[in-house]
Nanobody, 126 residues
Framework: QVQLVESGGGSVQAGGSLRLSCAAS????????????MGWYRQAPGKQRELVAV???????KYADSVKGRFTISRDNAKNTVYLQMNSLQPEDSAVYYC????????????????WGQGTQVTVSS
């Protein structure tokens, strides 16, 4: 079991920036070895959850077309932590953002277990 704890959401005006962080840890008495894929997904009201950005432990990345050039994903593999720097935020970026391990729907998804954080709200006003 993997526990994911997100931080960094909030409210910002259009054109502003936010940085999300997510730290993975083992639940109970388990341990975590290297996590292959970590990333971010988002879900807006009335819409399906969508991939925003994922990153492999080797540095491979995939971004949603809508965020390319504005968002940057990064990782600290030693700390099992993933970050999402979001710049030039727009109202359509408003959603609950979820941290993920497993990479569901990404090119590297292997059909294994996906774990999700509790979600953090990002609200962008015009």
């Amino acid at each position: 079991q993997v526990q994911l704890v997100e931080s960094g959401g909030g409210s910002v005006q259009a054109g502003g920036s936010l940085r999300l962080s997510c730290a993975a840890s083992a639940s109970a008495s388990g341990t975590i070895l290297g996590i292959y894929i970590m990333g971010w997904y988002r879900q807006a009201p009335g819409k399906q959850r969508e991939l925003v950005a994922v990153m492999t432990s080797g540095g491979g990345t995939k971004y949603a077309d809508s965020v390319k050039g504005r968002f940057t994903i990064s990782r600290d593999n030693a700390k099992n932590t993933v970050y999402l720097q979001m710049n030039s935020l727009q109202p359509e970026d408003s959603a609950v953002y979820y941290c993920n391990t497993g990479g569901l729907g990404s090119p590297w998804y292997t059909g294994g277990m996906n774990y999700w954080g509790q979600g953090t709200q990002v609200t962008v006003s015009s």
